[in-house]
């Protein structure tokens, strides 16, 4: 706002040279001068808060889990997002196989595949009883899978037309398998984006 000719012309050569809009009020335009901030400040609180959309909605979402307290909060994340898009949603957990060997490379005591085969069964009731939380029933939707965590959950996401992976960020474990290694692979390597729910 202002009356001296050179400080129009100075807004002119701003134009030229820069991105950003900048008008020139007369003092007798004061008030379209302010009516004008308003309006470019609305727009811009309207862009900062609005979430970033898709160019194509989801279709199939997979939730990565460690059945942790924050893994299941992203659990209930996956399923909003799954109701949002109309997507389908799928259930992963992948057990790791860690079958021992002595100095030897021999196959450690029977004992150990007996605790292998406990833990592997646990592991299935939880994943079964995590998918009825988030009602998660349709055929062919929960998986558990033995391997590597992070190879095992890419390979699943590229074999079966997955285009968002959800993983929580904490939990047991949840620092050195899914803020770690197996985190920083899937968001590097994953073919789709990837969600991050952190607690």
């Known amino acids: 706002i202002g009356d001296k000719k050179w400080v129009q012309w100075m807004i002119r050569l701003y134009d030229i ?106 592991a299935q009731n939880q994943l079964t009883t995590l998918a009825e939380e988030l009602d998660i029933n349709a055929p062919g939707s929960v998986h558990l899978l033995t391997g590597s965590p992070k190879a095992t959950i890419l390979s699943f996401a590229g074999e079966h037309d997955i285009d968002l992976i959800v993983v929580g960020s904490h939990g047991r474990r949840g620092i050195e398998r899914l803020l770690g290694s197996v985190a920083s692979g899937i968001v590097n390597s994953a073919p789709c984006d990837v969600l991050t729910v952190r607690l």
């Not at 309207?46 to 460690?66: F, M, S």
């Not at 196959?107 to 833990?119: C, I, N, S, W």
């Open 17 to 122: 040279f820069f991105s950003a809009e900048i008008r020139y009020f007369s003092v007798a335009e004061k008030q379209q001068a302010m009516d004008w901030l308003q309006e470019n400040q609305e727009m811009q609180t309207e862009e900062e808060t609005t979430p970033d959309e898709p160019t194509v909605p989801y279709k199939h979402i997979l939730l990565a889990t460690d059945f942790s307290p924050h893994a299941r909060y992203a659990g209930r994340r996956a399923k909003e997002m799954a109701e949002k898009y109309q997507a389908r949603l799928s259930l992963v957990h992948v057990f790791d196989d860690f079958i021992l060997y002595d100095d030897f490379y021999e196959p450690v005591a029977a004992e150990r595949f007996e605790l292998q085969k406990t833990l592997q069964d646990s």
